[in-house]
């Protein structure tokens, strides 16, 4: 599942992975806009966390709760967790362009 995550995450300009947390974790090169979490505490998710603009988290969870989740930690401030086995390449890539563009525009 990383390999998805990763070709998505380092398609873009100045994308960077390092580790954060122990997970591979993808910055833009500063901010992060994307972590892997590969069983996490033993929380059972293979997934990937992304930040969210206001409300996107919550419409998300509504929708589709066996795909979307609160993670751990960030979860309180908009972060999405995403169920890799759940999910399509296209899908994710598209939540993962969201989340690079929201993190890049945010001020440095």
């Known amino acids: 599942m990383i390999d998805r995550v990763r070709k998505l995450c380092l398609a ?3 994308a960077i992975e390092k580790l954060s947390h122990g997970e591979p974790t993808f ?3 500063k901010r992060v806009f994307a972590m892997f979490s590969n ?3 033993g929380d059972g998710h293979v997934a990937v966390w992304l930040p969210a603009a206001p409300g996107v988290q919550q419409a998300l969870i509504a929708e589709r709760p066996e795909v979307f989740y609160s993670p751990p930690y960030v979860g309180k401030s908009g972060w999405v967790g995403v169920e ?7 899908e ?3 939540l993962i362009h ?3 563009q929201f993190i890049s ?3 440095r």
Do not use: C, Q, V
């Not at 890799?84 to 296209?90: C, R, S």
């Open 39 to 41: 069983n996490h505490h």
């Open 12 to 14: 873009y300009p100045g």
């Open 84 to 90: 890799l086995a759940h999910i399509g390449d296209d």
């Open 105 to 107: 525009k945010k001020k």
């Open 98 to 100: 969201e989340s690079w």
């Open 27 to 29: 910055f833009t090169p």
């Open 92 to 94: 994710l890539g598209a």
